[in-house]
């Protein structure tokens, strides 16, 4: 739809009264747009325009993910695979600088309005941010490529990284409490009931992932699940540059994975940094937290296990898309 964005409506007055209960900080609440029903900041309405719009480069290269699929460690992986390993640069320049998060102003916009700060000289990561970097550019987003339209057909390299579902709602709760301006307020069961009614935003989970999925075969697009990246990092890494058209010997492979490695990784100060705004206050803790495979056990009860199987297993039925564990109980 050039000029604008599709058609969106309000929250029902049943899901305006979840997020008002569990998003109080969230003063203009969310949206739902077009038939597909992404749920959306209220900001999207006018900032969405130039993210709907937006025409990435033919040498661009994004990684695209719903939120906390093991985003920041492999935005790490494909920089350093596709810039020669060079280390040096990565060390020294925030990965927030290198890989910039297209659309964050959409997320946090409203709230860094409020307080905003005329000493702070951190630059708003938006299209216009990203149009004026210079080639080639390496961006991230959680956008659903419904709503980045020309993404797939620029040609550019695109890495979609998918998490299975039940770790990645704990590590998506967990954030959603500290993130400024939305801050969830409620227990683990009322997010993940709300979570399932897709109400978070970058929801629907599934339509998110499907359609991805159903895109891996292009040429330009890498699909890798964040499970692959932990339990099988080498040859990850090695399915990474063959797609960038670059070869590594073992002794570069065993030093990625060393760099990679979650506790190296998490004391790294280049890419644990939760935001490039001053005002921002997410602990490194909340930002990479356990970065392991089963976590969700800690978290679940087996009331909400079963309940969280049986909303897998109906979104399952139609795809032929499965995840590299077993992280459904068998029967």
């Known amino acids: 739809m ?3 964005i599709p058609k969106y409506a309000l929250f029902n007055v049943e899901e305006k009264k979840l997020a008002d209960k569990y998003f109080q900080l ?3 609440g969310f949206i739902r747009v077009s038939e597909q ?5 209220y900001r999207f309405i006018k900032e969405g325009v130039a993210v709907y719009n937006s025409k990435p480069r033919p040498d ?6 719903y939120p906390r699929s093991g985003t920041t460690l492999t935005l790490e992986l494909v920089w350093l695979v596709a810039n020669d390993m060079n280390f040096d640069e990565a060390k020294k320049r925030s990965l927030h600088y290198r890989f910039p998060f297209f659309e964050l102003d959409i997320l946090i916009g409203d709230y860094e309005d409020a307080l905003s700060n005329p000493s702070d000289k951190s630059p708003r ?18 956008m659903p490529f419904e709503l980045m339209p020309n993404l797939l057909d620029s040609n550019c390299k695109i890495v979609y990284v998918a998490r299975n579902p039940k770790d990645m709602v704990v590590s998506w709760y967990y954030f959603l409490q500290v993130i400024k301006g939305l801050e969830y307020q409620g227990t683990f ?10 109400l978070t935003v970058y929801s629907p989970y599934w339509l998110h992932l499907k359609t991805a999925w159903a895109e891996r075969h292009r040429s330009n697009l890498l699909f890798i699940f964040y499970e692959e990246l932990l339990n099988d990092l080498s040859n990850t890494i090695k399915k990474v540059a063959k797609f960038f058209g670059k070869s590594y010997n073992e002794e570069e492979i065993l030093k990625l994975i060393d760099h990679l490695q979650i506790d190296n990784f998490r004391k790294n100060p280049m890419v644990n940094i939760p935001s490039p705004r001053n005002n921002e206050k997410i602990q490194p803790s909340m930002f990479i937290r356990k970065g392991k495979v089963g976590g969700w056990k800690e978290m679940f009860t087996k009331e909400l296990e079963e309940k969280f199987d049986a909303w897998i297993e109906e979104n399952m039925k139609d795809t032929d898309l499965t995840f590299p564990i077993d992280f459904i109980q068998k029967k």
């Not at 029903?37 to 900041?41: A, C, G």
């Not at 299209?127 to 987003?141: H, N, Q, V, Y």
């Open 37 to 41: 029903k992404w749920t959306m900041p």
């Open 60 to 65: 661009d290269t994004w990684v695209v993910s």
């Open 125 to 142: 990561l938006n299209p216009e941010f990203a149009s004026k970097l210079s080639s080639p550019r390496f961006i991230k987003t959680h």
């Open 2 to 4: 050039e000029g604008g």
């Open 26 to 28: 969230c003063k203009r």
């Open 189 to 198: 069961e009322e997010f993940c009931e709300y979570f399932m009614k897709d």
